[in-house]
């Protein structure tokens, strides 16, 4: 189950090193349809995965980067389920739950540098940095085929210690919510862009004022994946660092 010719890159491993850094003892850790939970220092347990091809390779290389990169050990002998892949409906079912239970977990996480363990809840999370680490190969788990996409990462600034922490966007927005997440500033500006809800969006064109639909870059400015293509409201915001 732990083979794989794939080799991490620098990013991907400090990517598993910023999730599991800020996992406690006991904590589950749920990437890729896997769900892991941390038994001690520097080890992990396989507690159940979903039945595809692809999972089985994102666990390899879990596996990897964590006994050959960190230094852990991962114990997938006594993985306690096999999840089929639901229906539809069961996905819809149970997405709501899903999204509770992540947010559960989320809110357990705190800043990685140990003396501060500020929970990541309570950070400025609207003062997020977004950040393009350029483009990076990937391998698609459903057809084999390898693709190029950009990678980004969300910072966020803890305000005790001042530790930047770079997150993966799945998780800022699980953080962070969806209003949050969906509510970009635009660096170096007081400029922030926020999508309309379908509602809002109708209401605003009846209305005959004009949001602005986002593309791939704003001047010189990279936009997030999750803008793009969106159309928002602009509007000015104050930032209140200095308060
Ligand atoms: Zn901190």
């Known amino acids: 189950m732990n083979n794989t010719d794939w080799e991490p890159a620098d990013d991907e491993i400090e990517w598993t090193r910023t999730n599991l850094e800020p996992l406690k003892v006991g904590g589950v850790w749920s990437p890729h349809g896997l769900e892991y939970e941390r038994t001690g220092d520097k080890s ?66 705190v800043c990685p540098n140990e003396a501060c363990a500020e929970p990541l809840v309570n950070m400025p999370l609207e003062r997020t940095v977004w950040v393009n680490l350029g483009l990076h190969t990937f391998t698609d788990p459903q057809s084999g085929e390898e693709g190029e996409s ?12 001042n530790e930047v922490i770079p997150m993966n966007p799945l998780d800022y927005g699980y953080i962070a919510g969806e209003d949050l997440f969906y509510t970009w500033r635009v660096p170096n500006t007081t400029t922030q862009y926020r999508v309309l809800p379908r509602d809002e969006c109708t209401a605003l064109i009846d209305s005959g004022e004009k949001g602005v639909a986002l593309g791939s870059t704003l001047g010189p400015v990279d936009v997030p994946p999750h803008m793009q293509g969106t159309y928002c409201v602009r509007s000015q915001y104050i930032d209140d660092e200095e308060e």
């Not at 950009?150 to 210690?161: E, H, L, T």
């Open 150 to 161: 950009d990678r980004w990462i969300a910072q966020v600034g803890c305000p005790k210690c």
């Open 44 to 109: 992990l347990r396989l507690v159940s995965m979903v039945n595809h091809e692809g999972v089985a390779e994102a666990h390899a290389r879990v596996c990897k980067v964590l006994s050959d990169h960190m230094g852990w050990t991962v114990d997938d002998d006594s993985v306690e389920r096999i999840i089929n892949q639901p229906s539809p409906e069961e996905i819809a079912a149970n997405q709501e739950a899903e999204l509770q239970r992540v947010q559960e977990i989320v809110s357990s996480w």
